[in-house]
């Protein structure tokens, strides 16, 4: 056993034997801790721990999840680390506010993740676990490929059901207000987003067409009024899961960022584009008609035929496939990748530069259009 591990056994020893006693209080009193079976999974900015639940119901799964930056290796260094510790208390606070505002919907198809608790000592959050398959399953399956009429139709269901859920926690949330495009706010974000590429490529990516492209959507923008809230920022098919009773949850909500809504519609949106298969198979392994389809349900679901901005949407496409790009540059730095990432990098980039010339292309012919 590593220094490392250890550390973290003696961490989630101690949360266990906190944890036995009140186990009752959230799954009733016939419910035993095994503190014996927990797994420890690692996320960049989270640890989650798993401990199986005995309970009258059969076997369930308490998460515990502790905040962390990508560079914390061990559990006890997260828990020292005052920032995370505020992080967790506002996480916890907006998903009570979550949990109630999905109550008062009474959506039969949309749930929150239900947070147990905040125990304050060791930063934990507390949630059930819900049991599902991320939706990027439905996405990447080789019936997909093979265009299966139905694996196509079940996937556009689930779609639906996630743009629903969006758009309960904007109105029911976020508390969205109409406001002035955030011109200044957008150039930071074009800012940060154009130097993790510029620095995880090692400067190989020529960054100066896309500012200056950004730059003239942005110039186009700087009247418009739009609806700005808190965001999930985040909202992705790894992050949705739908459950056996074809429910549809979401996962990691951030909500500690305002900003126009059309950030998290684009996130989703470019989600099948800049999935790997679909760059290493050149946009071959989605059908393109497929994914407008998708992208035109999205958008008719969340918009009920209402109005909305196209060239705002198209500016926040651009800037999250950008993004996804930048965290593919960094994966090429893995050591196993070192022989191969060559190919592969000159195959994203060539990939990513021709999509994100794609969204440009049609931010001006519509403009034109107007």
Sequence with gaps: MTVHEASNQAVISALANYLAPHITEWYGESAVLDSESFTLRRNPYSFFISFPVRTSAGMQTLLVKIHRKTEIRTLADALTTERLQKIARDEYEISQVIWQAFAEENSPVCIPVKYLGFIEKWNALLMRRVEGRMLKEYLLRPSIALRNPKSLAQLQKYLLLSTHWLNILHRRVSGLQIMPFPVEKARLLIDEVLSKLHERSNG???????????????EGMRDLHVPVGLLHTDFHYSNILVTPNDQVCVLDYALNYYGPIYFDLATILIDPETRQVQILTNGRFIAADFIQSCKRLILNEYFNGEPYFKNVLNFYCVLAILNKWSTD?????????????PILSRITRRYYAKLVLRYLRSFFIDNLLF
Aim: proline content about 4%; overall charge neutral.
């Design 204 to 218: 190989q990516v020529d960054i100066n067409p896309f500012r200056a492209a950004l730059e003239q959507e942005l």
């Design 329 to 341: 540059e960094a994966v090429f730095s893995n050591r196993w990748r070192k022989m191969v990432s």
